[in-house]
């Protein structure tokens, strides 16, 4: 088995319908790797899961909203009574969807977006633990941001809880790391999503993005794909509590 195949392994990726984690959960796919898909849109979902499964995959789709009660639970538990154990939990579904500066930030902004980006993977990662502890490849990834890195005006609630989800990584890389599970975070760069079509609008304002990229391109979903292989698999076996940043070098500019 070459060390990124994903051969018999069983992975729950959230946030799976489109975008980044559509990627990560294909690739896992094509690499041997049984994937439970989670979004909250139903057809999407399926949709992804009827792809993988039309190509030879093995995929199950689930209907779940991770920020509510409940859903963390019953996403791991028809994990495995479908695909029978799991190996690995990609936390990737989160996202922001608004700008304010913090002097004028309501709260309940603040609350849903930690909500949605670190809550949700907190308990997610409760559910799989003992799963993943029996697992001999038991890995969790969770989807950073650039925009965790520094500090990110407009977004201070997105920066934040993207800052969040580094220090938990390491922290619970730490912690179970005696227990044979690998915890890294994935960090993507500026990646052409939904999730970023809003600076696609006009002209200047993608320019003003690209302009701090020095490989002065978007990232494509794929790419980020490739990375999350990679931290999955036995290729980064002596691997934990780290950082992959995937961004065109923007971390790397002074
Ligand atoms: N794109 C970028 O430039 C970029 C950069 C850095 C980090 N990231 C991070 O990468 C991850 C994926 O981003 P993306 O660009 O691929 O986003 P996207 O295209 O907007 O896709 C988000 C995915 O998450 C699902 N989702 C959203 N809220 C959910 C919820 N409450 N419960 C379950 N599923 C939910 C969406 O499906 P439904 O709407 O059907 O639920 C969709 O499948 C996020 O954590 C994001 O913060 C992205």
Redesign the pocket.
Known sequence: MAEQDLQDRVALI?????????AIAEEYAARGCAVAL????PD??QQVADGINADGGRAVAFA?????EG?AERLVTETVAALGKLDILVN?????SFSVPVAAMRLSGWSKTMG??VE?NVRLIQQALPHLVESDHGVIIN?????GLRGAPLMAH?GAA?AAIASLTRSLAVEVAHQGVRVNAL??????????DFLRGDDATEQSVLSRVPMAR??R?EE?AQAAVFLASDASSFMTGQELIVDGGLSAMP
């Open positions: 959230t946030g799976a319908s489109r975008g980044i984690g559509r989670a979004a909250r849109t999407a979902i779940a909203d991770v920020t509510e859903a990737n579904a989160g996202g922001n949605l980006n949700a989807v950073g941001s650039v925009a997105y993207k960090v993507p760069g500026w990646i052409e999503t939904d999730l970023t978007w990232g979903s980020i």
